[in-house]
């Protein structure tokens, strides 16, 4: 009967074979170990960089939502403005202004030359109170159909041309509103002076024995 003897390993063969199987299982663990290592260095920064990116939009965002103090203060000037006029036109139209008042005097210059010669009473009175007194009103009237106007303009101009980007102010409209309604009751008070419709020009009596 034979036998074969069974082959043995020496220490030396076993450490051998223990650190070439060490070194395999770490060449087979380095590519997954730099990869992951690598996602994991990464991803910090940018998980940091998001939120960066997030407030730098959020920043724009919020100066685009922001109104401008500069263009806030210009919206609606001129329209303002106009408004303003319009009730300042309505006012000098119902109380009367310097240009009406040197204008009536005139008139009454002209009659008192035109009866220095001689005329009837109804001449006189005709010629220095009445053209005076029509005068007076024709002016007033010129003055309030401006401010019924300038008032008109403003309260129609955001319907025409480019449209704006925010509304029209409540108190311009209010004052446009003002004007022109003082405009309206100038120009109505200004036509019955003119057409004597309030009060009519004096006459003359007639003399005794005539």
Same mark, same amino acid.
């Given at each position: 009967?034979?036998?074969?003897?069974?082959?043995?390993?020496?220490?030396?063969?076993?450490?051998?074979?223990?650190?070439?199987?060490?070194?395999?299982?770490?060449?087979?663990?380095?590519? $997954?170990?730099?990869?992951?290592?690598?996602?994991?260095?990464?991803? @910090?920064?940018?998980?940091?960089?998001?939120?960066?990116?997030?407030?730098?939009?959020?920043?724009?965002?919020? &100066?685009?939502?922001?109104?401008?103090?500069?263009?806030?203060?210009? *919206?609606? #000037?001129?329209? $303002?403005?106009?408004?303003?006029?319009?009730?300042?036109?309505?006012?000098?139209?119902?109380?009367?202004?310097?240009?009406?008042? #040197?204008?009536?005097?005139? &008139?009454?210059?002209?009659?008192? +030359?035109?009866?220095? $010669?001689?005329?009837?009473?109804?001449?006189?009175?005709?010629? +220095?109170?009445?053209?005076?007194? *029509?005068?007076?009103?024709?002016?007033?009237?010129? !003055?309030?159909?401006?401010?019924?106007?300038?008032?008109?303009?403003?309260?129609?101009?955001?319907? !025409?041309?480019?449209?704006?980007?925010?509304?029209? @102010?409540?108190?311009?409209?209010?004052?446009?509103?003002?004007?022109?309604?003082?405009?309206?009751?100038?120009?109505? +008070?200004?036509?019955?002076?003119? !057409?004597?419709? !309030?009060?009519?020009?004096?006459?003359?009596?007639?003399?005794?024995?005539?």
């Amino acid at each position: 009967m034979n036998t074969t003897p069974a082959k043995t390993t020496t220490p030396d063969e076993t450490a051998a074979a223990q650190d070439a199987a060490a070194k395999d299982t770490e060449t087979k663990d380095a590519p $997954g170990t730099s990869s992951g290592a690598g996602d994991s260095a990464t991803a @910090p920064d940018d998980l940091s960089a998001q939120p960066e990116g997030d407030a730098a939009d959020d920043g724009i965002a919020d &100066e685009d939502l922001e109104p401008d103090p500069l263009e806030t203060a210009r *919206h609606g #000037v001129g329209a $303002g403005a106009a408004a303003v006029v319009s009730a300042a036109l309505g006012v000098v139209a119902l109380t009367g202004a310097w240009s009406g008042r #040197v204008a009536a005097e005139r &008139e009454t210059l002209i009659g008192q +030359i035109k009866t220095s $010669g001689g005329g009837s009473a109804a001449q006189q009175i005709s010629e +220095i109170y009445g053209d005076a007194w *029509h005068t007076t009103a024709l002016v007033n009237g010129v !003055f309030a159909v401006l401010a019924l106007l300038v008032g008109v303009v403003v309260l129609v101009r955001p319907a !025409f041309g480019a449209p704006a980007d925010r509304p029209q @102010p409540a108190w311009v409209r209010a004052v446009a509103l003002a004007g022109v309604a003082l405009g309206v009751l100038g120009v109505l +008070i200004s036509a019955g002076m003119y !057409f004597d419709l !309030f009060a009519s020009l004096p006459s003359a009596g007639t003399p005794a024995g005539g």
